[in-house]
């Protein structure tokens, strides 16, 4: 059973484990740092598929199966699955697991999706509701541009405070507690609206998000920043990334080095200045995350991992009628050890 | 702790209660069967604001207000909030309980979502995650409309099988079993997909799921249809519901009298022809369940109600693409008393 410490943290008392993990990522992800890292990369961005939106439920398709190939699973020996994406009725969800028979708890956290369902999943473990589960989401450039933005065809101009949604889809199948890494922690976030309504700089609008959680993370457990190799948030890009700081360090909990960004460490902007501010979308963190990090996390090249996936609860509907641009941040803490050594 | 039945039924042991709830209804709802039950209902569609969009996020914060309201509990003794609607991003929820500062965790399950936000808000409660937990909903015909087939002012041509959206919303309150009704099992629903492409006839895309997860539960659980006073089920309206009744007939498991849907309790036909199959929409399940059947279980007027909310995974986009429509259905067990007597 989970601890509730503070206000909104859970401490896990057995912690669950991720038993296995995929990623999988479009060309530009391929050539970007952790190209190496995906399991499965495409030069095809419609992932053989006839529409983009098709080629994003193939990607959470794939980054499922794959995962649960690793495990040596069948679909079956999952209880349930928890997934969700950026595009209206999440259908990259809906349609890339509809055919796995799996339990389907559907969630709505835009960027924050992963660490949403990770953290959902683990407490599923934790309760004793479930034996196996998993979290699972993705992103597409094409399909978010024309969703939220502009048709690619438009050509629209891009700000430099502007974000790249990262084609790509991460899952992970949480379990018992065998082996690292661990899930030791979750904190569920809050809605924070600080009254950005720049749909091109979404890392202004979900910092303060990030914050609240992060912050509300540290009150509760009595840990600091120091206490962890990497504090990493979802999407903040160059510019969320340095307003994170700031209001961190405002806060009296200073992250310096020790904060880095899935949208930042994903491209290789000399290579492709177009990204911008830096990487975005649900598949952008649940890419970084189960392509590189839990891999490190089980080798132990990282012991302490704060996962805080961002999201901005951005609709162009609600931004056209005048409605300023709300964040969520969920965090999971990820470790090497299950309990403090 | 909750013990795992079956292939996917949670029993729970300690059976968490709904402490309080809320529903909230438009003018049609207002004007039905159900009128006199609902908290608060609105003879102005806009519920005071200026557009359908910010109505509905209205309808949702007036939902949990009241409902917190009636426990007399202020949102910062809410852990968490699940919650989660029709429109794009959610955002009857999103802006709805944006001011209210509660860890949110954001729901798509379309109109399955009342039953998916139980559910998990009972585990929560359940797994000692939250002392105290709500789950919230809405729909509204007029932004439902515009967003999933035509504008309004279109005046598009409605085929018999065709749904009305319900104009409502619903809240409930969960904490710890002291007063019924209590929360004995959830089953959490599969996406089921029959290939149905009638964007028009959404009973019929829904009922499989419906009868999936039912079985499930009655073969996970031993029990059968007669343990239960009524199976009600979200919003399969008059042809969803045929169809139903049909597939669990063949299943061996008929249900004969015991069903209805909160589809076909909402409204008034005689007053309201152009209503068609019947109520649909999250808000639809959410108001019945929240205006007058949790009211059936405290009073004792109803001992035992299997409640399967039923949700059409359907996609204006994945629709244009040729796609078909999946469905899902979540069920709780809402009981009078916390374990058999």
Same sequence: chains 1, 2.
Avoid at 42 to 51: C, E, L, P, Y
Avoid at 147 to 174: D, M, N
Wanted: charged share 15%; aromatic share 8%; with cysteine.
């Amino acid at each position: 059973m989970a601890q509730r410490l503070g206000e909104s943290t859970l401490l896990l008392q057995t912690p669950p484990a991720a038993v296995s993990w995929a990623a999988v990522g479009g060309k530009k992800e391929a050539e970007g740092p952790l190209g190496a890292c995906f399991d499965c990369t495409s030069q095809d961005s419609a992932f053989g598929r006839k529409s983009w939106e098709a080629a994003e439920s193939e990607m959470q398709h794939r980054a499922l199966e794959t995962a649960l190939d690793k495990a040596g699973f069948g679909p079956g020996q999952l209880q349930c699955v928890f997934a969700g994406d950026l595009l209206n009725q999440c259908i990259g969800s809906t349609y890339g697991l509809r055919d796995m028979g799996v339990p389907y708890v559907g969630l709505f956290g835009a960027c924050s999706t992963m660490a949403e369902g990770l953290a959902l999943a683990a407490l599923f473990v934790e309760g004793g509701f479930a034996r196996h589960t998993a979290a699972v989401t993705s992103s597409h450039f094409c399909s978010a541009e024309r969703q939220f933005r502009f048709p690619l065809e438009y050509g629209g101009q891009r700000p430099p405070t502007a974000q790249w949604t990262a084609t790509a889809a991460g899952a992970a199948v949480l379990g018992p507690g065998q082996a690292p890494p661990y899930v030791r922690a979750v904190t569920f976030g809050r809605i924070v609206d600080l009254g950005v309504r720049d749909a091109a700089n979404m890392g202004a609008a979900m910092a303060p998000a990030a914050a609240d959680t992060l912050c509300r993370f540290f009150r509760d457990t009595g840990l600091g920043p120091d206490r962890f190799d990497l504090v990493l948030t979802g999407d903040l890009g160059q510019v969320g990334s340095q307003l994170l700081c700031q209001l961190m360090e405002r806060e009296g909990n200073p992250l310096g080095r020790r904060h880095s960004d899935c949208g930042l460490m994903l491209y290789d902007k000399a290579r492709h200045p177009q990204v911008g501010a830096g990487g975005s979308g649900c598949g952008c963190s649940a890419a970084v995350l189960c392509g590189r990090l839990l891999d490190d996390l089980r080798s132990g090249a990282l012991h302490d991992l704060l996962f805080a996936a961002t999201g901005a609860l951005m609709s162009p509907t609600a931004s056209q009628q005048g409605e300023s641009i709300p964040g969520v941040a969920h965090l999971v803490w990820l470790s090497s050890a299950p309990q403090e050594e």
